[in-house]
C-alpha cells in the first residue's frame, strides 16, 4: 500500500461523520453540472464559455466520490492523457506527477464530494479538451471514471467574489490563523512550481497538528485518529487557480498536503506544508 492510499485510507475512517461542509444545495440553474452515477461521469460535455464558470459536482453514489479536472495542453489525445494519468496513478511520484502536468495535462480543480451531496466549485475554461475524473475517495484501488470535455469560446465568465485568498506554494499554505465558520468561497490559487492540494483534518478536543502528524507517520499502527474529516482542497497544478464553496463548522483545523515531491517524493506535508488554523 503506497503512503498516499494509506493517509487517505486513515483520512476515509476518519470521516465517519461526513462533515458539514459538503451539505447538498439547491443552487441556481445555469451551472454546468458533472454528476458521477451508476453509469460514470454524466453531464455537460460541450461547452461554449469560457471563464470561471460554475460547476456543481454532484455525486450520485454512496461513497464519497474525489473529482479532478484536467485541461489537456494542445495536442494531446486522449491515448497520451489515458498513459499519462495511469503513470500518475500507479507510481505516485514526484517525478511522474511533474512530468505528466509539464506534458500532458493541467489540474485545475475539483472536489471531494458526500454520498448524495453536490459541491459547487468555479474553473477556470479556455478552449481546448478537458477530461473530468472521479473516482472513490480514499479506495486503494479506485476506478477512474472519465467524461471528456469540449471547451469552445462563449460568454466570459467574470470571477466570483471570494471570501479567502488561499495560495498553495513550494511548501507552505497561507490560511488565516482564524476563519469564520458557515458558507465561504475559497480562491485557491497555485502558486507553487509543484502541485498541491489540502487536506483538512478537524481536531479532536485537547489534539494538536503534533498529534495528527505522528498519528499519521505511524500508519496502521497508529491506534485511533486525533481528528475527523475536515473536507479537502482539490489537487491544483502551478499556476492554475479555481473556486471552492466550503461550509466549515466551529473547530481547530489542520491542512496537509500530501503530495509528492518533484525530486524526493516525500509528502509536501514533511517539507513543512502543513499549518493549523481556527474556525470560530
Ligand atoms: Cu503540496
Not at 475512517?13 to 447538498?24: E, F, G, P
Amino acid at each position: 500500500m503506497t503512503t498516499r492510499s494509506r493517509w487517505y485510507r486513515k483520512v476515509l475512517v476518519a470521516a465517519t461523520l461526513v462533515a458539514a461542509w459538503l451539505t447538498a444545495t439547491a443552487f441556481a440553474a445555469g451551472a454546468i453540472t458533472w454528476t458521477i452515477g451508476a453509469d460514470g461521469v454524466t453531464g455537460d460535455t460541450a461547452i461554449a464559455g469560457t471563464g470561471f464558470q460554475a460547476v456543481d459536482l454532484v455525486n450520485g453514489l454512496d461513497a464519497p466520490q474525489e473529482f479532478d479536472v484536467f485541461h489537456l495542453h494542445d495536442g494531446v489525445s486522449m491515448a497520451d492523457f489515458q498513459k499519462g494519468y495511469d503513470a500518475v496513478s500507479q507510481t505516485f511520484s514526484g517525478a511522474v506527477v511533474a512530468a505528466f502536468t509539464k506534458d500532458t495535462a493541467d489540474v485545475i480543480g475539483g472536489g471531494v464530494v458526500a454520498p448524495s451531496g453536490t459541491q459547487r466549485v468555479y474553473v477556470d475554461l479556455k478552449p481546448g479538451n478537458y477530461v473530468v475524473n472521479a473516482q472513490e475517495a480514499g479506495s486503494d484501488t479506485p476506478t477512474p471514471h472519465l467524461l471528456i470535455v469540449t471547451v469552445s469560446d462563449g460568454p466570459s465568465a467574470t470571477a466570483p467574489a471570494a471570501d479567502l485568498e488561499l495560495h498553495l506554494a513550494d511548501f507552505e499554505f497561507d490560511f488565516p490563523d482564524t476563519l469564520p465558520a458557515g458558507p465561504q468561497l475559497w480562491h485557491v490559487q497555485n502558486t507553487g512550481a509543484q502541485t498541491h492540494h489540502a487536506v483538512l483534518f478537524k481536531l479532536l478536543p485537547g489534539k494538536t497538528q503534533d498529534d495528527l502528524m505522528a498519528w499519521l507517520a505511524a500508519g496502521d499502527a497508529g491506534g485511533p485518529p486525533p481528528a475527523e474529516d475536515g473536507g479537502s482542497v482539490a489537487v491544483v497544478s502551478a499556476d492554475q487557480s479555481y473556486y471552492a464553496s466550503m461550509d466549515l463548522t466551529p473547530g481547530t483545523y489542520v491542512a496537509v498536503c500530501f503530495m509528492p515531491d518533484a525530486t524526493t517524493d516525500q509528502p509536501h506535508a514533511m517539507k513543512g506544508m502543513v499549518q493549523t488554523f481556527t474556525v470560530l
